[in-house]
């Protein structure tokens, strides 16, 4: 069965400083990789996903994510934070055959200024 | 383009009484989901529909909870009678297809059972 694990409940981080939020995977074949952030109250935007070629995918908002095959993560990164990154975000997995999209349990973003 | 649309945003009602929530999804989307998301996690499937065929509900209660998606188009999700614990925000999602195609969320309908 394919599942997400995003071991950080919260990541504290100062304006203008890189992010890091941690994602692994579990699926079986090859894995199609989602990240969505959540604003209070609203429901999940769309940031990015991989499919297949580079490693490295870029998104909205000055997100990226690498993905790294041998292991199975793929960790979502921005440059430089502001403070309006602050949100709840999820990654979520589905693999090839078209099976559900399973999320993870989310990460809090706290961008300080 | 309109995103998918839920109604009602918010529902407050008392423990044993039915509700329902209803999903628009956007335009040729012929994929349709809903999720079932507690406070402070993630969203967890409940039911998926290619058009109008149901093709994944093991995790729906259906004891309790029934879907629907007539004409392959709009679905309305029902709970009768509502438990306490099934207080939550419930989130359509539509997409083309699945595989590799991104799914796009609706703002949910948040549930609160007295």
């Known amino acids: 069965a394919q599942s997400v694990a995003q071991p950080e409940d919260q990541v504290n981080v100062a304006e203008g400083n890189p992010l890091t939020v941690k994602c692994t995977y579990s699926v079986s074949g090859n894995p199609y990789l989602f990240w969505y952030v959540q604003y209070p109250n609203r429901g999940l935007q769309f940031l990015l996903k991989y499919i297949t070629g580079d490693n490295l995918v870029k998104g909205s908002y000055g997100f990226e994510a690498e993905f790294n095959k041998s292991q199975t993560s793929f960790h979502l990164k ?21 099976t559900a999209l399973i999320f993870g349990k989310g990460t809090t973003l706290s961008v300080s200024s | 383009e309109a995103g998918v649309v839920q109604s009602p945003r918010y529902k407050i009602i008392e423990k044993k009484q039915p509700v329902a929530f209803w999903c628009n999804p956007i335009s040729g989307h012929n994929t349709l989901y809903w999720y079932l998301q507690n406070l402070g996690q993630g969203p967890e499937l409940l039911i998926r529909y290619e058009n109008e065929e149901a093709v994944d509900d093991s995790q729906l209660p259906k004891d309790r909870f029934s879907a629907e998606r007539l004409k392959g188009v709009d679905s309305t999700l029902k709970i009768q009678p509502a438990e306490l ?19 796009f969320f609706g703002e949910g309908s948040r549930l609160t059972v007295l």
Do not use: I, N
Request: net charge negative; glycine share 12%.
């Open chain 2, 85 to 103: 614990g099934d207080s939550a925000v419930y989130l359509c999602a539509s997409s083309l297809g699945t595989g590799a195609g991104e799914l």
């Open chain 1, 78 to 98: 921005k440059p430089s934070a502001l403070v309006s990154d602050s949100a709840l975000y999820f990654c979520a997995v589905r693999d090839q055959a078209g």
